[in-house]
């Protein structure tokens, strides 16, 4: 069972920027997995904000962070990453990271077992 543990949250103004890490354990070595980057704002359901597939890196973003926020995966301190720059107050949401199955690439209605509890990312004007 892969554990997932969310940190680096926290309140900014317009145009500042938070990196949000996401420390893995449980998964056994040389496997790859599709991890994502959620959010889920008040009275909005969840969003997929971005994906990697660890083993190619091969990633993905909503449009509406395109330009301004960064997925990656270290695999030596095997944990996730979401370097946001350029932050709007559209962003302001709690952000879960989650992985998928072993070895399934990333796709649309891919399902995701393991989740994190979250971190909160506030963006004020």
């Known amino acids: 069972q892969v554990q997932l543990v969310e940190s680096g949250g926290g309140s900014v103004r317009t145009g500042g920027s938070l990196t949000l890490s996401c420390s893995i354990s449980?998964?056994?070595?040389?496997?790859?997995?599709?991890m994502g980057w959620f959010r889920q704002a008040p009275g909005k359901e969840r969003e997929e904000v971005s994906t990697i597939y660890t083993r190619a890196d091969i990633t993905h973003y909503v449009d509406s962070v395109k330009g301004r926020f960064t997925i990656s995966h270290d695999k030596a301190k095997n944990t996730l990453y979401l370097q946001m720059d350029s932050l709007k107050p559209e962003d302001t949401a709690l952000y879960y990271c989650?992985?998928?199955?072993?070895?399934?690439?990333?796709?649309?209605?891919?399902?995701?077992?393991?989740w994190g509890q979250g971190t909160q990312v506030t963006v004020s004007s």
């Open positions: 449980g998964a056994p070595n040389n496997t790859a997995y599709c």
């Open positions: 989650a992985a998928g199955p072993r070895w399934i690439m990333c796709h649309p209605t891919l399902e995701y077992p393991s």
